[in-house]
């Protein structure tokens, strides 16, 4: 019923009302796991995908007619100003889309109070940060005793570690969405849902910091996003292009040539996003 009250043609003009659709369908999904599956014994040490499945399930008729009503665009453009043109407002959408989710997961998820609602995102955070101490970092970090970890490696490593991890979020993005072309929107709930629990943690679980705790992870957070989504459309304009067109028809291979200027330009855009992160985060937020 949902999908039929907020039609995906109303946003079509307007990229920014994205917002509020992510803020919506991200605070629905982690009220309704909250209510309904937090006295569930078994369900409720799942409560962090459950909240990233339902906010996949939200998205997907959002996520669809955007790749769907892109890759029509994609067979009468060609060069990169073109693509970037006719493509642009899709990633804007997709970025609001993107804010939304982050919005409602850190505010919600620290007003509710519910550790287990980002039980599995809390874990992931551990695992990049604290990689030999996965236990101590969860149980030091959950609405409680925060302790930021910090990292002994050089920038030149960290920034090759960021990279290779980026690279391949970037791959699963891209096979995601050949597969089943709005599928990618569950790798981008997740990012979202991975970065709202780095917030809560760098904000120490206080509402009025999460403002800050959102600009220190967007300042390269979005770029990195913007590549995410970039691949996702690349990828399902790819997998509609086949079905529309087949192989060997004149119209698939101009899709195909505008989908490697977007994955090219999905891995300059990460390239930036991994400097930023080693290089510039860190002077502003210490």
């Known amino acids: 019923m949902l999908e039929s009250l907020i039609n995906p043609k109303r946003v079509e003009k307007g990229p920014w009302k994205m917002f509020f659709i992510g803020l919506l369908y991200a605070s629905l999904s982690l009220l309704l796991v909250h209510w309904f599956f937090s006295g569930d014994v078994v369900l409720s040490k799942f409560s962090g995908m459950l909240v990233v499945t339902f906010c996949v399930m939200f998205s997907l008729p959002f996520m669809y007619f955007i790749i769907k009503?892109?890759?029509k665009q994609d067979e009468e453009v060609e060069g990169f100003r073109d693509v970037w043109r006719v493509h642009k407002d899709a990633i804007y959408a997709f970025m609001w889309l993107f804010l939304g989710f982050i919005v409602a997961f850190s505010v919600l998820g620290i007003v509710l109070q519910n550790p287990d609602l980002s039980n599995a995102q809390l874990q992931t955070y551990c695992s990049i940060n604290s990689p030999g101490n996965i236990e101590d970092c969860v149980s030091q970090n959950?609405?409680?005793?925060t302790i930021l970890p910090t990292g002994a490696a050089t920038k030149g490593l960290r920034l090759l570690s960021i990279l290779e991890n980026n690279i391949y979020v970037?791959?699963?993005t891209l096979i995601f969405s050949l597969i089943f072309g709005a599928g990618a929107i569950f790798i981008l709930a997740w990012n979202a849902s991975v970065i709202s629990a780095a917030v809560g943690i760098f904000t120490r679980y206080k509402v009025t910091e999460i403002p800050l705790g959102i600009a220190r992870y967007m300042i390269h957070g979005f770029p990195e996003i913007?590549?995410?989504?970039?691949?996702?459309?690349?990828?399902?304009?790819?997998?509609?292009?086949?079905?529309r067109h087949g192989f060997k028809d004149k119209k698939?291979?101009?899709?195909?040539?505008?989908v490697i200027l977007l994955l090219f330009a999905a891995i300059v855009v990460l390239i930036i996003a991994a400097v930023i992160e080693v290089y510039l985060t860190p002077l502003l937020f210490r």
Do not use: D, K, Q, W
């Open 142 to 145: 959950i609405f409680g005793n």
């Open 252 to 258: 698939f291979f101009r899709v195909l040539e505008n």
């Open 226 to 243: 913007a590549a995410y989504f970039i691949t996702a459309l690349a990828g399902g304009m790819f997998g509609i292009g086949v079905i």
């Open 69 to 71: 009503t892109e890759e």
């Open 170 to 172: 970037m791959i699963f």
